[in-house]
């Protein structure tokens, strides 16, 4: 890294912490001025239930769940929005049965399929795996089928023209040029399971960062409230972020990242 | 003639492939659901829903709530999109403005608007403004980054020909810096607005599911008491599917907005 590259980041840091810095003296002077802990609590106190809770080992219980829900519904989602988005963009009849379908479900949220899946399911590790799934396998599918459309015609008919069979060009010419829009479409997936998960937290299940926070309002402890609101904040940025530098890394030559990222 | 009668020829086997899984769907859901009906008494079918439709309507239960509903979504997206246009403007245009926002928005920006609820709820009671509050949230972050992106994107050399040419300041306002930026400011509108529909939602189900009722009210409210109290299962799925054409009108109308606004933008 350059010197002046690296002064940059310095500048960049100071700024963030000077920043933050006179946030939270904003908050803690409107804090003692409202007066009411359990309504606006001080950022020392947030501070002291957040060691707290990482001490007691009880936020790390809650976010490990919270992730092992989210990973595994949004795996499942991929496992199944992949390839029939990829059969949906190589087939045009198979398109024509299912995007009616697919166009008629997809407006309806994950979230509005709570009542029913709690009705459905009972309140559990099913309920939010499933809210996750639904929410996340549109983005994926449907990012996945247009990245196959918009494929080159001229490198599938050059591979057609040099007697390329059809498994070969799905493996070699399809797969890489739809994976930068594959992952598009994850990202998105992984953003809308994100909201999903806490939500079906919020409302039907005995654990996870939702469960924590609803949990600590009904306490009236809004301190360790605002611990797991930050918290959800922060992973759902470094799961972004880690997608991210994962689809960087195995999509190198694609160079639309920045209107995408 | 024959070239357009194989094309309708083809269109209407498009039509027909797909209406056929939706079809097939509906016919074995209301074939299988009376079984279980006779016992419980709640199974939904396809017609017990449809039925639905018209019960609440004519209860008026359904266009109350989605009215309340829409009521919070229009006035949090009024609120939500100003501040975050104007902040947006402000970071444009000064740095100082923009070392102060910029990392608060980076931070705050990765919190999931559903997140906020309780606190929201501690913040604001369970009525309106608590889900005013969270519909701001999610439209407030997607508007302003959109926005910010939209007035960078600016081409700085048509600001300066503009300005050699003699064009005054309002007039490099109106014809180079609001359709430069226009196309991207609706887009975050409509990438907002899409999130805050989905929060409200959450935000009137939990309040529902934890309040036991009240008066808070809103279509996702509406759901959650039917599943607690009633348990029709045939009203949640109205629910549903208005939650969803809902979506998909405010989608089609934004879209359409985006089209009217800046026909020049693809």
């Known amino acids: ?261 | 003639m024959a070239e357009s009668n194989v094309a309708s020829g083809q269109v209407r086997l498009a039509v027909l492939r797909g209406f056929s899984i939706p079809v097939v769907l509906l016919i074995v859901w209301q074939w299988l659901a009376p079984a279980d009906a006779s016992q419980t008494g709640i199974a939904p079918t396809p017609l017990g829903v449809l039925l639905g439709f018209w019960e609440l309507t004519q209860s008026g239960e359904l266009p109350r709530s989605l009215l309340q509903s829409l009521i919070r979504i229009a006035s949090g997206f009024t609120i939500a999109f100003s501040l975050a246009v104007t902040a947006a403007v402000l970071v444009w245009l000064w740095r100082p403005v923009e070392y102060l926002l910029d990392p608060l928005i980076e931070t705050f920006r990765p919190v999931a608007p559903i997140a906020w609820i309780p606190l929201a709820i501690l913040w604001f009671g369970t009525g309106t403004w608590a889900a005013i509050f969270i519909v701001g949230y999610a439209v407030f972050f997607p508007s302003f980054v959109n926005t910010l992106a939209g007035l960078r994107a600016v081409d700085q050399r048509l600001i300066d020909a503009a300005r050699t040419l003699g064009a005054g300041r309002w007039r490099i306002i109106r014809d180079l810096i609001i359709p430069g930026a226009l196309p991207a400011i609706v887009l975050g509108a409509r990438l907002g607005i899409g999130v805050g529909w989905a929060a409200i939602v959450a935000a009137e189900m939990t309040v529902g599911s934890k309040s036991g009722g009240g008066a808070s009210g809103g279509i996702g409210q509406m759901m959650f008491i039917f599943l607690s109290y009633s348990l029709e299962l045939r009203y949640i799925i109205v629910g549903m599917i208005t939650v969803g054409i809902v979506a998909l009108t405010i989608d089609a109308g934004f879209r359409r907005l985006e089209r009217r606004l800046t026909p020049w933008a693809r």
């Open chain 1, 1 to 261: 890294m350059s010197l002046s590259g690296l002064r940059a980041v310095i500048l960049g840091v100071v700024r963030y912490v000077l920043a933050l810095g006179l946030f939270v003296m904003v908050w803690h002077a409107a804090a003692l001025w409202v007066g009411k802990p359990n309504t606006l609590p001080q950022p020392a106190e947030v501070f002291v239930q957040a060691i707290d809770l990482v001490g007691s080992g009880e936020l790390f219980g809650h976010v490990a769940s919270t992730i092992r829900r989210l990973i595994a519904g949004f795996l499942i989602a991929c496992a199944i929005g992949i390839p029939v988005g990829l059969a949906v963009g190589l087939s045009r009849s198979l398109a024509q049965y299912v995007t009616p379908l697919v166009e008629a479900l997809r407006p309806i949220s994950g979230i509005a399929w709570i009542p029913l899946a709690l009705y459905a399911l009972g309140v559990g590790e099913a309920l939010p795996h499933f809210i996750i799934f639904y929410g996340a396998v549109f983005p994926v599918l449907v990012n996945t089928a247009g990245a196959v459309r918009q494929v080159d015609p001229g490198l599938l008919n050059a591979a057609l023209t040099l007697g390329a069979s059809r498994a070969l060009i799905v493996r070699a010419i399809v797969l890489p040029a739809c994976l930068p829009m594959i992952f598009v479409g994850a990202r998105l997936g992984l953003g809308v399971g994100w909201m999903a998960v806490i939500a079906s937290e919020l409302i039907g299940a005995p654990s996870g960062l939702g469960y924590l926070i609803e949990w600590n309002r009904t306490m009236l402890m809004s301190s360790r409230v605002l611990v797991g609101v930050l918290t959800i904040g922060f992973l759902g940025y470094l799961m972004d972020w880690a997608l991210r530098r994962t689809a960087f890394a195995l999509t190198p030559w694609w160079t639309g990242w920045r209107q995408h990222g």
